[in-house]
């Protein structure tokens, strides 16, 4: 089981600092997908920073969202690097 998402903040460098539910930090680079399917969207940085909470994970606007587990995830391994 992983932790829900409690807070999601953008940053200007299309990265998310996001704080879960156990009280666990991370960093989220979503760099990387913004060449991926509905993840081109989020290029527009307008579209970026409207980031929200939405049941345990995050989305955006147009149904465009993320796997808890994979927040999870890519937050621990940015850690870890």
């Known amino acids: 089981m992983y932790p829900s ?3 999601v903040i ?3 460098d299309y990265t998310l600092s996001i704080v879960f539910e ?10 990387p997908v913004l060449d991926l399917g509905v993840f081109q969207r989020l290029r527009d940085y307008e579209v970026f920073r409207k980031v929200r909470v939405a049941f345990d994970t995050i989305e955006w606007e147009g149904g465009i969202d993320l796997d808890p587990e994979y927040v999870y995830a890519r937050c621990k391994a940015e ?3």
Request: hydrophobic residues 30%; charged residues 20%; proline residues 5%.
């Open 79 to 81: 850690q870890a690097a």
């Open 5 to 7: 998402v409690q807070t």
């Open 22 to 31: 156990n009280g666990e930090t991370g960093i989220l680079d979503m760099k």
């Open 10 to 12: 953008p940053g200007d």
